[in-house]
C-alpha cells in the first residue's frame, strides 16, 4: 500500500494505493481502504491508540515504522497484522509525503507466541511445586559468572539457600 500523510484537512491516513490482496486478508474491497477510513476503524480498540500515535509521529518525521495490531475483517472477526513502512518521497517543503507500506497476517504467529507462554506457565507451575530442585546451568563457566541462569525456589526448603544465592555464589553445593 501507499499513502500520504495529511493529504486533506478532514482525514489523516488515506491510502493512495492497496494492493489486491487485502480483500482475501480482511474481506472489504480494495476501493474501500482508498475511499474511506476503514484502515482507521477496522483497528481493535485497545491497539488503535497506540497505532495512531505511532502513524501522527511518522507523518511528522518520515522515520520508518513497524507496528503489530489487530484488525477487524469484514466479517467481524480480529486478527493480528504486522505494518511495516517506510518513507518514499517528501513534498517541495521537505515534509513526508509518500509512504509505501507492507501488512503481513501474523496471526498464527500470535496464536503460537500464546501456546508458549501458557506452556512455560504451566510448565513453571510444575516445576515450583514437585519435592526436589530442578536448575538449568550454563555448559561452562567463564570466571566468576555463575553456571546457574535458573534455580528453582525448592532449594530454600531442601539446602536453606534462596534460588539468588545460589545463582550469585554456586560454591554452596
Same mark, same amino acid.
Given at each position: 500500500?501507499?499513502?500520504?500523510?495529511?493529504?486533506?484537512?478532514?482525514?489523516?491516513?488515506?491510502?493512495?494505493?492497496?494492493?489486491?490482496?487485502?480483500?482475501?486478508?480482511?474481506?472489504?474491497?480494495?476501493?474501500?481502504?482508498?475511499?474511506?477510513?476503514?484502515?482507521?476503524?477496522?483497528?481493535?480498540?485497545? #491497539?488503535?491508540?497506540?497505532?495512531?500515535?505511532?502513524?501522527?509521529?511518522?507523518?511528522?518525521?518520515?522515520? #520508518?515504522?513497524?507496528?503489530?495490531?489487530?484488525?477487524?475483517?469484514? #466479517?467481524?472477526?480480529?486478527?493480528? !497484522?504486522?505494518?511495516?513502512?517506510?518513507?518514499?518521497?517528501?513534498?517541495?517543503?521537505?515534509?513526508?509525503?509518500?509512504?509505501?507500506?507492507?501488512?503481513?497476517? !501474523?496471526?498464527?504467529?500470535?496464536?503460537?507466541?500464546?501456546?508458549?507462554?501458557?506452556?512455560?506457565?504451566?510448565?513453571?507451575?510444575?516445576?515450583?511445586? !514437585?519435592?526436589?530442585?530442578?536448575?538449568?546451568?550454563?555448559?561452562?563457566?567463564?570466571?566468576?559468572?555463575?553456571?546457574?541462569?535458573?534455580?528453582?525456589?525448592?532449594?530454600?526448603?531442601?539446602?536453606?539457600?534462596?534460588?539468588?544465592?545460589?545463582?550469585?555464589?554456586?560454591?554452596?553445593?
Amino acid at each position: 500500500y501507499t499513502w500520504e500523510p495529511n493529504r486533506s484537512p478532514d482525514t489523516f491516513h488515506r491510502m493512495t494505493y492497496v494492493s489486491p490482496q487485502v480483500e482475501s486478508m480482511l474481506g472489504h474491497p480494495q476501493q474501500d481502504w482508498m475511499m474511506t477510513d476503514l484502515w482507521e476503524s477496522s483497528m481493535h480498540p485497545d #491497539d488503535a491508540e497506540g497505532v495512531m500515535e505511532g502513524a501522527r509521529r511518522v507523518a511528522k518525521t518520515g522515520d #520508518d515504522y513497524s507496528h503489530e495490531y489487530r484488525m477487524r475483517r469484514a #466479517d467481524g472477526t480480529f486478527l493480528w !497484522i504486522r505494518d511495516e513502512g517506510r518513507l518514499l518521497a517528501r513534498s517541495n517543503d521537505g515534509r513526508p509525503g509518500v509512504f509505501q507500506g507492507i501488512i503481513v497476517d !501474523i496471526t498464527q504467529q500470535k496464536r503460537i507466541e500464546q501456546e508458549l507462554r501458557d506452556t512455560e506457565q504451566h510448565l513453571r507451575a510444575l516445576i515450583e511445586q !514437585i519435592p526436589a530442585i530442578v536448575y538449568i546451568e550454563l555448559p561452562s563457566t567463564q570466571g566468576d559468572v555463575s553456571p546457574f541462569i535458573y534455580v528453582s525456589p525448592q532449594v530454600r526448603e531442601l539446602l536453606g539457600y534462596s534460588p539468588e544465592e545460589l545463582m550469585a555464589d554456586p560454591k554452596h553445593l
